[in-house]
């Protein structure tokens, strides 16, 4: 008799389905890296797609320069480990060009990364970027479709995607447009930290619960670094957190938690009532 598929075995299967038609239809695509979870089973999914051979494409990360030094070091590692090539394009060479200027030296950088983004896309000539977000993190990512259409300006408009019936995907661009492909897109927070169980996936130590100084700002806990400054009234507590999601140490809010191991990180994402991104 035989086996009955899961349900993470089927979104394998589709997730590797997309990559390989990256792979066949796009000219030179890359795999959007940061050392996060979803990346992470970006990385075994293409794993699984193209291995014992090199994988058809190289990984970039969008570096704001304000990234946990955890997170970093884990990337370098594991990019090595792989032996695949890691291009870091970097905001502080965008900042140096003057194409992005910030208001003030601590505000937020997540929001410029995509004009970094669209400078290596342009230097690098990519046609597709590969990267994994899901639709269920936040409203506007759940108008997404898999193959995901910029024009030759980088924009996106939901109104102007093309159809995706029977799993049929068209990733063809004319010079200058590009793809930003989703494999993992019909994924939930809970269908990635039980594939991360199931393939034995190493994560950033920030991920699982530990004691870190942090600052109770407007509700969230921020953690204590040289990117952020206290503002009056405040001061730094030690605090057991641990990270659902990774951005810039400024703005990224962990939670009080007691979740050391996957199976406790799995209990928590069950009873959660709050998005990752939340």
Same mark, same amino acid.
């Given at each position: ?16 389905? /997309? ?7 796009? %000219? ?16 075994? /999914? ?57 208001? %003030? ?12 983004? +669209? ?45 995706? +019936? ?17 494999? /993992? ?44 400054? +206290? ?14 999601? +990774? ?9 009080? %938690? ?21």
């Amino acid at each position: 008799m035989k086996n009955k598929l899961s349900h993470l075995d089927w979104l394998e299967s589709e997730a590797i389905h /997309i990559m390989r038609e990256v792979a066949g239809q796009c %000219s030179n695509p890359v795999l959007l890296f940061s050392g996060g979870k979803d990346s992470l089973c970006l990385l075994r /999914i293409a794993e699984k797609a193209f291995r014992p051979g090199r994988f058809p494409f190289p990984l970039m990360h969008i570096d704001t320069g304000h990234n946990y030094p955890e997170v970093i070091n884990f990337r370098d590692k594991k990019t090595k480990e792989l032996g695949e090539r890691l291009i870091v394009a970097s905001l502080e060479d965008s900042m140096e060009k003057g194409t992005i200027v910030l208001k %003030s030296p601590d505000e937020p950088r997540n929001k410029y990364q995509s004009i970094t983004l +669209l400078e290596a896309i342009e230097e690098n000539e990519f046609d597709c970027c590969i990267g994994g977000a899901r639709r269920d993190e936040e409203k506007a990512r759940a108008k997404e479709r898999i193959m995901s259409f910029r024009d030759e300006f980088g924009q996106w408009d939901p109104k102007n995607q093309r159809p995706e +019936l029977w799993n049929l995907y068209n990733a063809k661009v004319h010079k200058g447009e590009n793809i930003r492909a989703f494999p /993992i897109s019909n994924w939930t927070e809970m269908d990635v930290w039980q594939y991360i169980k199931q393939e034995k996936i190493e994560l950033p130590s920030i991920y699982f619960s530990h004691k870190r100084p942090v600052v109770n700002r407007g509700g969230v806990w921020i953690a204590e670094s040289k990117y952020n400054t +206290l503002l009056e009234g405040e001061s730094y507590e030690e605090k057991v957190i641990r990270y659902r999601t +990774l951005g810039c140490m400024t703005i990224t809010g962990a939670v009080e %938690s007691d979740a050391d191991d996957l199976d406790k990180v799995i209990q928590e994402v069950a009873s959660a009532r709050q998005t990752e991104r939340g």
